[in-house]
Nanobody, 124 residues
């Protein structure tokens, strides 16, 4: 099992920035992709960004590309998401996820382990 703990959510104003962190523990040697997802009320969970724990591969959702950066430490057990130019549409519960497959995607089905989530609210 892998445990994930998110931190860094909160309330920000439109145009502001935030930094979300995720710490993984447990059998982290079995996970090769770490990602951030988000889910707003009444909407499906969607991928925001993913990073490989063994290569330099990253991928972003179109909506956040160019204003977001996902990074990891050398162990792959700590992942950070930095988002800039935030807008009200970014408001959601943000979840850290870890996947056991080596092909990293932004699909929910590709991730086995999930954190409890951290709330991000962007006010206009």
């Amino acid at each position: 099992q892998v445990q994930l703990a998110e931190s860094g959510g909160g309330s920000v104003q439109t145009g502001g920035s935030l930094r979300l962190s995720c710490e993984a523990s447990g059998r982290t040697s079995t996970t090769f992709c770490m990602a951030w997802f988000r889910q707003a009320p009444g909407k499906e969970r969607e991928g925001v960004a993913v990073v490989s724990t063994i290569t330099d591969y990253t991928r972003y959702a179109d909506d956040v590309a160019g204003r977001s950066t996902i990074s990891r430490d050398n162990s792959g057990n700590s992942v950070t998401l930095e988002m800039n130019s935030l807008k009200p549409g970014d408001s959601a519960m943000y979840y850290c996820a870890a996947g056991v497959g080596r092909y990293c995607t932004l699909n929910v089905e590709g991730f086995r382990f999930w954190g409890q989530g951290t709330q991000v609210t962007v006010s206009s």
